[in-house]
């Protein structure tokens, strides 16, 4: 029988995916992995990562993380932040098929056998499971074009905060792009913060996470995310979703879970940096 993996992020150790997917005894031409974002950066191995879930091939649906499009945008400017481990893969032999293929993941995915709606991050408040698909497409085909560039170059910035059917262009990009890969807390209104980083619970006044809000549109849909290291349990059940980034780079377990039994699976990482 198919065994179906979602698995938080990886963020460079790629020794702790390989040891993870022998404690699975993944077998690619039967069980399918889904990597939920954050491949690269941080950690001690971020180009033999990226190859390694490349030889996946079919077998790993590979989502993409804010580190991720980091990459790609500092790849293209040439502007690295002090803390990237990102300079193996841009001085690469082969940089440009990685990059060329990191491109062409998605930000967004349902899995068709438990419905389950794999992302980085989260999803906007306002959106309903079809429409976080389909504007994860419209950024996935804005990226897989011949000339990504208007996107990667207007990638960073925290404006628009809030969702519009009317935006257009790079606003409305970046407003899709932070929704699926950088939130965590959300005000009252459904708009965008940034700034809180910790455990969700005590928060400063007005603020919840994104998964907590009364009105979210995706809340009948089990949704799995990485992205936010700090959350401090896996489970919400009462928000039907599960939070698999359990801080791998920094000393914590890099964790699966398979969707149709719902074990959760987690090996421990090297200390953290």
Known sequence: MTR???????????????ALLDQL??????????????????????????RA?????AAATVLLGNHDLHLLAAA???????????HDILDAHDREDLLCWLRHQRLAYREPI?????????????????????????????LRSDDPGTLL????????????????????WRYIVNAFTRQRMVYADGRLEFRHKLAPYPAPDGLLPWFAHPARASRDTPIVF????????????????????????????????????????????RAGH
């Open 53 to 57: 879930v490349r030889a996946l091939g």
């Open 25 to 50: 005894d993944f077998d690619p031409g039967a069980d399918r992995l889904i990597l939920l974002g954050d491949l690269v950066n941080r950690g001690h191995d971020s180009l033999g990562t990226l």
């Open 114 to 142: 438990t419905g389950t709606l794999c992302v980085h991050a989260g999803v906007a408040v306002d959106w309903t499971v079809d429409d976080a698909l389909r504007h994860a497409a419209e950024v996935e085909a804005a």
């Open 226 to 269: 990485g992205h936010w290291s700090t959350l401090g349990k896996i489970d919400w059940p009462e928000a039907s979703v599960r939070g698999l980034d359990t801080g791998c780079v920094w000393g914590g377990p890099l964790t699966a879970i398979e969707l149709i039994s719902g074990e959760v699976v987690q090996t421990p990482c």
């Open 4 to 18: 179906i993996f979602a698995v938080g992020d990886l963020q460079g150790e790629r020794r702790a995916f390989a």
């Open 153 to 172: 170059d207007a990638l960073y910035g925290n404006e628009p905060d809030v969702w519009s059917d009317q935006l257009v262009g790079v606003a409305r």
């Open 76 to 86: 293209r400017s040439g502007r690295l932040n002090r803390k990237d481990s990102l």
